[in-house]
């Protein structure tokens, strides 16, 4: 078999990196779900929280992405 | 040659990379100059004609809405105002607080629909290029943003008051501090531009390069390799179709949360207390 795999093994590393945020994010919107669906009428408030905890947990992915490209 | 071998043959398709996103200058020049080890176009590209035509969209847009007020709104006013309304109460008010987000909301307004209008331009059909997926075109709008909240916390505290709100949590104190005001000055003066500029643009710059590798895979799949991977590439546009409306989502998303952090970070900035 003479298939070779052009690319950078930065790639496979940001695929590795992109675990953590993302069981965070499925973190934050369950428990967001769960506090809407208790307390619907609180939904307004726990929206804004809940955006800006997926900003936070979604910026350690972005930063990933960002050293992906840049280290070479 | 095995399927696996046939589909990973380095001479046959070229997956899109960074360098896609580098457009020439628009109507020729094409010069280019060296500056940090890269080169640069010298001329005007299509990025910077997309922030002028979001600017000019955005201004004429509510321009024309708000300029026959009348008490019962008409549709045109109606959607200016829900839009207006929208930035204004859900945004501004329910982060900085009733007592001072007035002063802000004429910024935040201007942001938020200036980065969605440049959002939309990937989706929107002849443009279809996002403006910030160019990171220069997002670094200008971090260092506004950074002199904003700052500005509006210095104004607030004074400069070394503010420095003390920032950079030393209440509670605290003894050998504590050597260790937590450095994290704090780093968190919130240093790296909150960085990571406000970096979301904006890697979200864009990978929705984007995303649906080019489905666009350039699916065709490759089709029209290169014949046989059965043709249905695979017709998977690949059918996918392609699904990520551009998830990519308008996040278009959308992006400057909702660029503008709910900058209302935080003013908001921060300006309260009595922690």
């Not at chain 2, 207006?84 to 002063?103: E, M, Q, T």
């Not at chain 2, 710059?205 to 080019?212: D, N």
């Amino acid at each position: 078999m003479d298939g070779t795999i052009n690319g950078s093994v930065n790639m496979i590393g940001y695929g590795l990196a992109a675990i953590g945020p993302g069981i965070g994010i499925g973190l934050i919107f369950a428990a967001y779900i769960s506090g809407v669906a208790r307390q619907p009428e609180a939904q307004g408030r726990l929206q804004s929280i809940a955006i800006l905890g997926f900003a936070l947990a979604e910026a350690l992915a972005i930063i990933g992405i960002a050293l992906a490209f840049v280290l070479s | 040659m095995t399927y696996a071998a046939a589909v990973v043959r380095s001479d046959g398709f070229t997956p899109p990379g960074p360098g896609d996103f580098d457009l020439p200058a628009v109507g020729g020049g094409g010069e280019t100059f060296e500056l940090f080890g890269q080169s640069f176009v010298l001329g005007l590209t299509k990025p910077m004609l997309q922030l002028v035509l979001a600017a000019v969209v955005v201004f004429g847009f509510f321009y024309v809405a708000s300029r026959g007020r009348a008490m019962v709104p008409g549709r045109l006013q109606f959607i200016g105002e829900g839009a207006y309304g929208f930035v204004r109460n859900s945004v501004s008010r329910d982060i900085i607080g009733a007592r001072d987000f007035a002063k802000y909301v004429p910024y935040l307004f201007a942001l938020f629909f200036f980065i969605l209008v440049n959002n939309l331009f990937a989706t929107l059909p002849f443009v279809q290029f996002p403006t910030f997926s160019r990171s220069g075109m997002v670094y200008g709008l971090a260092i506004l943003s950074w002199v904003v909240y700052n500005g509006a916390g210095i104004r607030r505290h004074g400069f070394f008051g503010y420095f003390k709100h920032q950079t030393v949590p209440p509670g605290i104190n003894g050998p504590m501090l050597i260790l937590l005001v450095p994290l704090e000055f780093m968190s919130n003066i240093l790296v909150r531009p960085v990571t406000l500029a970096l979301r904006l643009f890697c979200n864009m710059f990978a929705g984007h390069l995303l649906l080019i590798l489905f666009a350039l895979g699916g065709e490759y799949l089709i029209f290169e390799l014949s046989g059965w991977y043709a249905p695979v590439g017709l998977l690949a546009w059918v996918l392609f179709i699904a990520v551009a409306f998830l990519e308008i989502l996040i278009q959308f998303l992006q400057a909702y949360v660029f503008v709910l952090l900058n209302a935080m970070y003013i908001s921060g900035a300006i309260s009595e207390e922690h």
